[in-house]
């Protein structure tokens, strides 16, 4: 009967330890913040940039995009990897490089659903994405460059899809009433009443440089030269006033940060995310407010080299 007492006891401190060490750590753990996510950052403020041209003089420059580090106050990270869908190869190539580095890397791509993603290799990748990739293949050839699809091997074992399927955004698209035709109008109605304004000669400068002998050096020029600004107008079709913002944009950040918020809390330690740059700096502001992580360092890619 004593033994019994005794054993019953001891059960009774046992649990009573434990309870107090969950009590603790409740109290240790920061309203309102997931396991493995820091309290939101609110110290530094959203201002990166993820594209710029650097002009060299001659007609020579270099565009860039940016690998923008954020580091949780556990040493996990997260890489913002600023993405322009047509590139010189070696660009590729150092990416690609660096893509096997990372526990996961978290790329964009609307698909059908349950469609494995493309193979690099311009003969093997399939023709996705409709007019848009249409054009941009267009575009690689006539400058000589590389289309980001048939670049990078997307079935590299840590490549994980953090986008909206083909059916899921078509149907948020239409549910907002978002058309591309109504979003080109969009992009021209703040080009004109904004300060991301494009060269009033450019389609002078353009149609001169289809007819020049450098031809294609030409046209990377002036094109390199513009792609900021578009990129800029792009990343402001984020959140307004009485406005979540667009599908094309704003719903698929919201569905990155849904598997980002995912790889953070299983443990991955080294994440990579491959998007847009135009996604970009609403994603740094997601970070630092629904992650907390804080920016450490920035490098630069050489995307496009005009000699």
């Known amino acids: 009967m004593i033994r019994w007492a005794s054993r019953c006891a001891a059960a009774h401190r046992h649990t009573a330890v434990t309870l107090l060490a969950l009590l603790a750590a409740a109290c240790r753990a920061e309203p309102g913040t997931d396991p493995g996510h820091d309290p939101p950052n609110t110290t530094q403020t959203a201002d990166t940039e993820f594209l710029r041209f650097t002009d060299l003089g001659a007609g020579r420059g270099l565009l860039e995009t940016a690998v923008v580090r954020y580091v949780g106050r556990s040493g996990a990270f997260i890489d913002l990897i600023g993405a322009v ?40 990748a399939p023709r996705a994405g409709g007019v848009v990739s249409a054009f941009q293949r267009m575009l690689r050839n006539v400058l000589g460059l590389e289309f980001q699809l048939d670049a990078v091997d ?96 704003i719903g698929r950040n919201r569905r990155l940060m849904e598997v980002l918020r995912a790889r953070v809390r299983r443990g991955d330690r080294r994440i990579g995310v491959f998007f847009g740059a135009a996604h970009l700096p609403d994603v740094e502001q997601r970070i630092f407010s629904e992650i907390g992580f804080r920016r450490t360092s920035i490098t630069w890619e050489k995307a496009w080299t005009i000699e």
């Open 154 to 249: 997307y079935r590299a074992p840590n490549f994980v899809h953090a986008d909206l399927d083909t059916a899921t955004f078509t149907r948020m698209s239409k549910d907002k009433g978002e058309t591309l035709l109504g979003l080109m109008f969009e992009l021209a109605k703040r080009q004109l009443a904004g300060s991301q304004r494009t060269d009033p000669g450019l389609g002078l400068g353009l149609l001169a440089a289809l007819f020049a002998p450098d031809r294609e050096k030409r046209l990377k020029y002036l094109l390199a030269r513009e792609l900021p600004k578009l990129e800029g107008l792009l990343a402001g079709l984020g959140p307004r006033e009485g406005d979540g913002g667009s599908v094309l944009l």
């Open 85 to 124: 869908h047509i590139a010189d190869r070696d660009y590729y190539r150092r990416l690609q490089a660096r893509f096997g580095s990372y526990d996961a890397l978290l790329y964009e791509l609307v698909k059908p659903a349950g469609t494995p993603p493309p193979s690099a290799g311009a003969d093997r």
